[in-house]
């Protein structure tokens, strides 16, 4: 029944971002576009620039599909991380449905496929690397109790901030820096919020109540 409840909630999702695919560009997506068209290679977000480059295409549906279907994916790849399987319908529904990702999530952005690596590296540690490398935003996601290998987690941290650093304007960056633009650009919350609720999935609502009656 899990299964069947997934599936349908996955295909809601891909409705819900494919139901925004026609908007005008953003101007970031508008700039990812350029690079695409100019072999502009980024110096970070590497990924989604392969990803929109594979596609030929620079249309605004065809920049954008890519990226509805990778975030209509990571609805269905909670529902395998998560092992509690009706938590992870609970945040599947979350992820389908909410404003915040329903819409970055139908953008030429790299915060659904770092969210969608995160996800898999929720269980998969190798695939925080490619997070990382596609924004370093995904950082933010990251289960270190489950990464068995110290170093390991180390070198994803390395590797997020000299993305970040490397791509900094010369004279620092204020506005990205600046508390109240991170209070205020949603599409920054993405990635960490996806990464709060899987490790609240980890928690099994029936042990909790049992703890709770012994401590009675």
Request: charge should be positive.
């Amino acid at each position: 029944m899990n299964k069947y409840l997934i599936i349908i909630i996955t295909i809601i999702a891909f409705g819900l971002r494919y139901s925004q695919i026609d908007r005008y560009l953003w101007v970031d997506e508008a700039i990812s576009a350029f690079n695409v068209q100019k072999w502009d290679i980024p110096q970070k977000e590497i990924i989604p620039y392969y990803i929109a480059k594979a596609t030929g295409s620079v249309t605004r549906q065809g920049l954008r599909l890519p990226f509805v279907l990778i975030s209509s994916l990571s609805v269905l790849a909670i529902y395998f991380v998560v092992e509690d399987k009706r938590n992870a319908l609970i945040i599947a529904v979350y992820v389908a449905i909410l404003p915040l990702y329903s819409y970055w999530g139908s953008m030429a952005r790299p915060y659904c496929i770092g969210a969608f690596f995160a996800i898999l590296g929720y269980r998969w540690p190798v695939f925080y690397i490619p997070a990382v490398l596609t924004t370093p935003l995904a950082i933010t996601a990251i289960n270190i109790w489950k990464i068995k290998t110290r170093w390991f987690y180390y070198l994803i941290i390395i590797v997020a901030a000299l993305l970040y650093f490397k791509s900094m304007p010369l004279g620092g960056a204020d506005h990205l820096n600046s508390l109240e633009h991170l209070i205020h650009a949603k599409r920054f919350w993405y990635i960490p919020t996806i990464g709060i609720l899987l490790n609240l999935g980890d928690f099994n609502l029936d042990r909790l109540q049992g703890l709770f009656r012994i401590s009675k």
